[in-house]
């Protein structure tokens, strides 16, 4: 069985797929080493693997219910360009003449590849070629001296040129425009994952039951047992007639009570009960007045704020203060003056302006039970400056709770009206699309809200 090491070139230098296991998790991911530590493109893994959303579950599936555990030796914090590796070692997991190596002194080839990889296995380029060339230079000239075979995939077309551009020997470079020309080319044979299903056992035939007759055997014998021995007591005459003996009755006789000691009332005594015969007095209960702590302050019903029902979305307004513009905000020079938008009716807050009007604030209270939660904004006219830069754990996949405040800009220079609607989804499972069929309730939020300049 052949062994081969797969190394993704990124612009930070190699880094080695370790191992992937399937694991009874919701979501897949992609970890540093052998350690708990979930890495910046985890999440887009998941959509790489995960059915529908990439090549993996396509080209090599269908696998079992959970999700797959990707260990890398390094981090990977942004970008797609592991996707060909990832899929290269998916494919070789799934092969039954090879597999992946950790060691890579063990190995008997080597790989290192860059490019995307879409949903039908076309490879798409990636870019900055020469920098993670640059990056693996050392690790490459040392591994190309050696007796192990290297293979550098890149995709083909501009990715390509600037590969050979360095003039590296020909059978160490493979241009890639599939994933079917690359597994071919590595060794690796495409082909479905083996999934072992359970076959299902045999019904038994039922075999009739016994121990009800034994036991209604057994009860008549009990009966007729006792029925013999109550007979066998009675008198000749008795049991005869078949008329049970009259009971026995004994009369107890009460112990005398003891005689009260004679008391002698007051006469003053008795003429005071005699009065209050006559005329009833009825006594009021006493209610003790409610005392206030001194330190606890008193707060009328106008005062008193109930807690709002959660999850909810709140929108502030972010004005520049007094004297000061909307430069010194975006900069951090000046603190932001933050009035709250009332909303006007369901699902629409009250539209905001003014000249001093810096940008907005969504506040988004999910409450002290953790769950699941996916925010999204979708801009109906004009631009905000930061729409698409979201609170990183409102994504569906982490569970989350508490405050998350998002802060969104008004562009500097544009004077055009601001129109988007907000929509907070909230879930008891992860939640990987807006219109997923993923387990478990789901409960939205929409709210609208438009800008005036």
């Known amino acids: 069985m052949t062994q081969i090491a797969i190394f993704v070139l990124t612009t930070g230098g190699l880094v080695q797929i370790q191992r992937i296991t399937r694991e009874r998790a919701p979501l897949s991911m992609m970890v540093l080493g052998r350690g708990s530590e979930r890495l910046a493109v985890s999440e887009r893994y998941d959509d790489f693997v995960y059915p529908g959303g990439g090549p993996v579950e396509r080209f090599l599936g269908p696998f079992p219910e959970g999700g797959f555990r990707l260990e890398v030796s ?24 090879c597999t992946l190596c950790r060691e890579v002194e063990e190995a008997g080839q080597i790989v290192c590849l860059t490019g995307l990889v879409d949903f039908d296995g076309q490879v798409g380029g990636v870019g900055h070629i020469p920098e993670k060339l640059q990056a693996a230079e050392a690790q490459l000239t040392e591994w190309a001296a050696g007796d192990t075979p290297l293979l550098i995939v890149v995709p083909d077309g501009p990715d390509h040129e600037r590969l050979l551009a360095i003039d590296p020997p020909a059978a160490m470079s493979f241009r890639a425009t599939n994933i079917s020309e ?67 009755v004994v009369k107890a006789t009460p112990p005398q009570p003891k005689p009260l000691p004679e008391t002698t009332v007051p006469a003053k005594t008795l003429a005071a009960e005699q009065q209050l015969l006559k005329k009833p007095v009825v006594l009021k209960p006493t209610v003790p007045e409610p005392s206030v702590p001194k330190n606890i302050p008193v707060t009328s019903p106008k005062d008193l704020v109930l807690p709002a029902k959660l999850p909810a979305v709140a929108v502030l307004e972010r004005h520049a203060p007094a004297g000061q513009g909307c430069d010194q905000i975006y900069f951090g020079k000046a603190q932001a003056v933050m009035r709250p938008v009332p909303v006007a009716e369901p699902g629409r807050f009250k539209a905001s302006g003014g000249d001093d009007l810096c940008g907005v604030m969504l506040r988004i209270e999910l409450g002290v039970r953790e769950q699941y939660a996916l925010v999204k904004l979708e801009l109906l006219e004009g631009r905000l400056v930061g729409a698409l830069r979201p609170p990183g754990d409102l994504s569906g996949r982490r569970l989350v709770a508490g405050r998350r405040d998002w802060k969104l800009d008004l562009p500097h220079r544009g004077m055009g009206s601001v129109r988007y609607r907000l929509t907070l989804t909230t879930s008891e499972t992860p939640i990987r699309s807006e219109g997923g069929a993923d387990k478990g309730s789901r409960h939205s939020i929409n709210l609208l809200h438009e800008v005036l300049r």
């Open 74 to 97: 390094g981090p990977i914090d942004s970008g797609d360009s592991w996707q060909l590796a990832a899929f290269v070692a998916h494919a070789v997991l799934a092969a039954e003449d």
């Open 182 to 248: 690359v597994c071919k080319k590595i060794g690796v044979k495409l082909a479905p994952a083996a999934v072992a299903m359970v076959a299902p056992k045999p019904a038994k035939p039922r075999q009739r039951r016994r121990w009800p007759l034994a036991l209604t055997a057994l009860m008549v014998l009990i009966l007729a047992a006792g029925a013999y021995a109550l007979l066998s007591e009675m008198p000749a005459d008795q049991a005869a007639e078949g008329k049970p003996p009259p009971p026995k």
